[in-house]
């Protein structure tokens, strides 16, 4: 995971690595966070995290959307993120949030997935999506490459 967020560092708005000791922080996703993969042979191309651990299942929060570089814009981060909408909704969760940049690419996705603006501060937009609300094709039939959850079954 350390490779994969190191790769994709400079798609990050403002890039990962000004902002968190990235080894430190594929350590603490890979132990905390409910991760959902996608993979190419040995090359792991995209990843969605989130954290599930609000004992009172008001909020699963997204804490990293990434997809390699020469893989964007092929699908994997709706897929991934969608499978993690579903994941949280099956565990009962009343809503997922997360936090963006705005001026951030995936803001595009994160609306199309139906994310919908919280609070605001001067760089970073506060998103959410209720759970309880369907919509069609937001987390319907999704799939994820989730080594982790495999290796623990």
Known sequence: ?????????????PPLDRRVAIRDYAAKLTTRAERFEAWEGP????????????PARIAAFVTSV??????????????????????ARGLGFRRIALHVDREASARALYRRLG??????????LHLSLDLAARRPGAGENATSHDRDREARS
């Open 115 to 124: 994310f919908a603006d919280g609070a605001q501060d001067d760089a970073t």
């Open 1 to 13: 995971m350390h490779a994969h967020l190191t790769i994709c560092a400079h798609a990050f708005t």
């Open 66 to 87: 990434s997809v390699v570089p020469e893989r964007t814009q092929a699908g994997i981060g709706h897929s991934l993120l969608a499978a993690a909408i579903a994941h």
């Open 43 to 54: 090359a792991l191309i995209g990843l969605v995290a989130v954290y599930c651990n609000d």
